[in-house]
């Protein structure tokens, strides 16, 4: 594969084709988690390495899988993925897992995973498949963290507390306070504040790719 094809499919999983701001797969838990910017963090990482496993695994024994079981076939491997994750997370990570709660195994039936090992990786050679999952979870990754960090500030006026649940004792002060006496905006971590948020990111990101296609 030519290094032009690895950024096709880059740029197609970061800004032309992102999941959370073009595809709009995987809404339940981008809107349900994003209300601070750990938990987005902690479920965007997730996410973006059982996406690209998952694609390397589908595109590994997609040869051998026939028609009748394929759709069967992927979803376990999803699930097996998934439930390395979770008992990772439950292991090293456990506060996070808890806080996190449904949303860790929901993972086995995200849209974008799915969608993506039956439209790309069951086409494809591993090494694209892979790099496809790992840009399409950086991409849904991205959207989903900088949704909880706005959310979070708007709600709360500070970013990255409570980080010390992904990062251990080293991330404890980690917490930055922007605005001091701020008495809350609670819509903001909410679920409506979420469809706001990412209703304006929408926006925002339509507004960008008009103004370069006007150039």
């Known amino acids: 594969m030519s290094e032009q094809d690895f950024r096709e499919i ?13 595809q709009l ?11 601070s910017t750990v938990n987005a963090l902690g479920l965007g990482l997730a996410t973006m390495l059982v996406l690209a496993c998952s694609n390397a695994a589908v595109s590994l024994v997609r040869g051998a899988v026939s028609e009748a079981i394929r759709l069967p076939a992927f979803v376990m491997i999803i699930a097996a993925l998934t439930t390395c994750i979770e008992l990772l997370m439950q292991a090293w990570t456990y506060e996070l897992y808890q806080v996190l709660g449904i949303f860790i195994p929901l993972i086995t039936t995200n849209c974008v995973i799915l969608g993506r090992a039956d439209g790309f990786a069951a086409k494809h050679d591993p ?22 960090a706005i959310r979070e500030l708007l709600g709360t006026g500070a970013l990255f507390a409570n980080m010390h ?12 306070t922007l605005v001091h006496d701020y008495r809350g905006f609670l819509l903001a971590i909410l679920p409506p504040g979420a469809f706001i948020v990412l209703g304006l990111l929408i926006a925002g990101k339509n507004r960008i790719d008009q103004i370069a296609a006007e150039r």
């Not at 880059?10 to 073009?22: E, H």
């Not at 090494?127 to 989903?144: E, K, N, P, Q, S």
């Not at 649940?165 to 930055?176: E, I, Q, S, T, V």
């Open 127 to 148: 090494a694209r498949a892979a790099y496809d999952g790992l840009m399409m979870g950086l991409g849904f990754g991205t959207v989903l963290v900088l949704i909880g």
């Open 165 to 176: 649940l992904l990062f251990g004792p080293m991330a404890a002060d980690w917490k930055l």
């Open 10 to 22: 880059a740029r197609n999983g970061l800004w032309r084709n992102n999941p959370g701001l073009v």
């Open 25 to 35: 797969l995987g809404l339940c838990p981008l809107l349900g988690t994003s209300n």
